[in-house]
Every structure is written in C-alpha cells, then in structure tokens.
C-alpha cells in the first residue's frame, strides 16, 4: 500500500507492506536510525517519536496510521544547526550515560513540557514513566526535563 507522510518537514510517498510498524518505516525505508528499537511491547519508550504533535511509540503504530500525518524525529528537533533547548538540557546536564533511550527520552520529554509547561520532579518522574532507562537511575533525565523547563 502506498502512504504519504511529512517526516521532518519532508514529504514522502512510499511503498509499504500493510504490516510495517511506523519505527520499521522510519529506520528501513527512511533511514533516519536516531528513533532507536528497544523492546518490540511498547515497553521502553525507545521508539519515540511525536505524530501530529503527539508522543507515540512508534513500535505500536503501523505506518499506514501515520498516512497523511506530520512526524517529528530525533532528528528533526534541530533547527539550522542548533539543537532543541530540550537536547541542550540533556547534553549539559548529563541527561544521557549509554544514550540509546535518549532519542525517545527526548522525544516524551519535549511531549511533557507541552503539557505541562512548569513541572515538579514527581511529575517529571511520572510523566517519563513509560520511557525507561537502563544506565542512569533518571537523575539526570529528571534534572534535564527540568532545566529545559525553566529555560523556555
């Protein structure tokens, strides 16, 4: 089946198989690989990404739901050379030890301040619950989230 989808701000029309998951169609067809495969269950977060301006885990949206939407990747946050305030937080608070959760981690995260724009540490800790991390302890996650709060 053939889907149209705005990736960054690009506009592709492609081929896929009607059970290619989103992640699959971002990393394989598209060859962004920064949306990283965690778990394959929606566990982890790793596949984050936002749709419409919205976080999803991409491992549980096929791509043919995505068909005519606008998807923002990892990728996409950086404007003319210069990284979203959210990956500046992360990189100058040490939000990120082996940074393979960091892309999703991001993602929710940017998703998290849309929402709530002046967070609290319980509900920075409770709005990433769905994203794990396997090195940091979240800490850092934590300080980043609000330290990219305080600098909009």
Do not use: W
Request: charged share 15%; with cysteine; aromatic share 4%.
């Amino acid at each position: 089946m053939k889907v149209s989808i705005t990736v960054n701000g690009t506009a592709y029309e492609n081929d896929v198989e009607p059970r290619t998951l989103l992640v699959q169609y971002i990393r394989e067809t598209l060859g962004l690989t920064g949306t990283n495969i965690g778990c394959d269950t929606s566990s982890c977060g790793a596949c984050s990404l936002h749709v419409d301006g919205e976080s999803v885990k991409s491992c549980t949206m096929l791509a043919a739901q995505a068909d005519g939407c606008s998807v923002t990747t990892i990728e996409g946050l950086a404007q003319g050379g210069e990284m979203h305030p959210m990956q500046k937080a992360f990189m100058e608070n040490h939000g990120l030890q082996c940074g393979y959760c960091t892309p999703g981690m991001v993602m929710a995260s940017i998703s998290l301040l849309k929402e709530n724009p002046n967070p609290t540490e319980e509900e920075v800790r409770i709005g990433l619950e769905g994203n794990l991390c396997r090195c940091t302890g979240y800490h850092n996650i934590v300080k980043s989230v609000l330290a990219a709060a305080k600098a909009q």
